[in-house]
């Protein structure tokens, strides 16, 4: 038994010798220590020996096996402190700065224009309950808004979000008013793709909420946000709209700046692309946010991020926002 166990260490060594990579070192550790190993069986047939040969090998087998563990792990530090790594200064290379989506960097804009009036940013989950996306925004279960928003409903009982607005319960139930918040974010709906359309972009939603606010302040805010983003004055147009969580609805239209209002298909022929929609905050919501409509009242919008990129980039097609086309992307800076 003592030659055995002898003969097994001074093989492992002889084979360690000889080998100077990891991987030839690791097949030696399963085959000298490893569960199919001769000292593995020599372990095994301890429990059918006597209690005398228990005792006069038990521990010369356990010992010999922490030498051979002992043995491979000192030929891997060995192996590990020789690997010798090289840098080549001398080779040229070319170093490309990144850049930023079109999309995230007017976001950037335009919630640096929003905190330099005094918004917070807040951000909500993009997996959201029908509570905070329809129902608390006045728009029940039977509601006919619910059919012009095709839903991505969920195998857990919730849906993706549809629009930026759930932020609005989300924030006042946190906060309370008076209250100035902006929540940039994605938001999804079940589109047919086109040039105009996407089942997966970006708002922000916008909200005040305080005494004595009116459609005046509103109007203001959107025509700063655009005239900051576009560095020029633009024309817009403000109509009649409906929204359930919003009375009186607006619809503000900026002139497309693709085609100069000409018409093209980015604003189909119309010479015009909704950019804000918006109104004064319906009570129903004020009060599903815990906020007592007799005393405080507010505004809310939503501005499509990725077609405010579209207008301020000339971007035609929206589906290029989301090609991940790197050598699109890289176009745009922060100018």
């Given at each position: 038994m003592e030659e055995k166990i002898l003969k097994i260490k001074e093989e492992l060594i002889s084979k360690l010798s000889s080998v100077d990579k990891e991987a030839l070192v690791l097949n030696l550790k399963g085959e000298y220590v490893g569960k199919k190993s001769e000292i593995q069986d020599l372990l095994v047939s301890l429990k059918d020996m006597s209690v005398e040969d228990k005792r006069k090998y038990g521990s010369l087998i356990n010992n010999t096996k922490k030498e051979l563990e002992e043995l491979i792990n000192k030929k891997l530090e060995e192996i590990e402190n020789n690997?010798?790594?090289?840098?080549?200064?001398?080779?040229?290379?070319?170093?490309?700065?990144?850049?930023?989506?079109?999309?995230?960097?007017?976001?950037?804009?335009?919630?640096?224009?929003?905190?330099?009036?005094?918004?917070?940013?807040?951000?909500?989950?993009?997996?959201?309950?029908?509570?905070?996306?329809?129902?608390?925004?006045?728009?029940?279960?039977?509601?006919?808004?619910?059919?012009?928003?095709?839903?991505?409903?969920l195998d857990n009982g919730m849906l993706l979000r549809t629009q930026t607005s759930d932020n609005q319960i989300h924030a006042m139930e946190k906060y309370g008013a008076p209250l100035r918040i902006c929540a940039p974010g994605?938001?999804?709906?079940?589109?047919?793709?086109?040039?105009?359309?996407?089942?997966?972009?970006?708002?922000?939603?916008?909200?005040?909420?305080?005494?004595?606010?009116?459609?005046?302040?509103?109007?203001?805010?959107?025509?700063?946000?655009?005239?900051?983003?576009?560095?020029?004055?633009?024309?817009?147009?403000?109509?009649?709209?409906?929204?359930?969580?919003?009375?009186?609805?607006?619809?503000?239209?900026?002139?497309?700046?693709?085609?100069?209002?000409?018409?093209?298909?980015?604003?189909?022929?119309?010479?015009?692309?909704?950019?804000?929609?918006?109104?004064?905050?319906?009570p129903n919501v004020l009060r599903a946010g815990g906020i007592d409509p007799e005393v405080y009242n507010g505004f809310a919008f939503g501005i499509g991020l990725t077609r405010l990129a579209m207008m301020k980039y000339k971007i035609s097609d929206i589906r290029v926002l989301n090609s991940g086309d790197i050598r699109y992307l890289k176009n745009f800076d922060m100018k």
């Open positions: 690997i010798n790594i090289s840098f080549d200064d001398t080779l040229d290379y070319e170093i490309n700065n990144g850049s930023l989506h079109p999309v995230t960097i007017v976001a950037k804009e335009v919630t640096d224009i929003l905190k330099r009036m005094g918004f917070t940013i807040v951000s909500g989950p993009e997996m959201e309950s029908e509570y905070y996306n329809f129902e608390a925004l006045n728009i029940p279960k039977d509601h006919p808004a619910r059919d012009m928003q095709d839903t991505y409903y994605r938001t999804f709906r079940n589109e047919d793709v086109d040039a105009s359309h996407e089942n997966t972009f970006f708002q922000l939603e916008g909200m005040v909420i305080d005494k004595d606010i009116s459609i005046e302040n509103l109007m203001y805010v959107m025509k700063c946000v655009l005239r900051e983003v576009f560095h020029k004055e633009v024309e817009v147009r403000l109509r009649p709209g409906f929204f359930p969580f919003t009375e009186p609805s607006y619809e503000l239209d900026c002139s497309c700046l693709i085609c100069g209002g000409k018409g093209c298909p980015t604003c189909k022929n119309s010479g015009w692309i909704e950019l804000i929609p918006g109104g004064m905050v319906h």
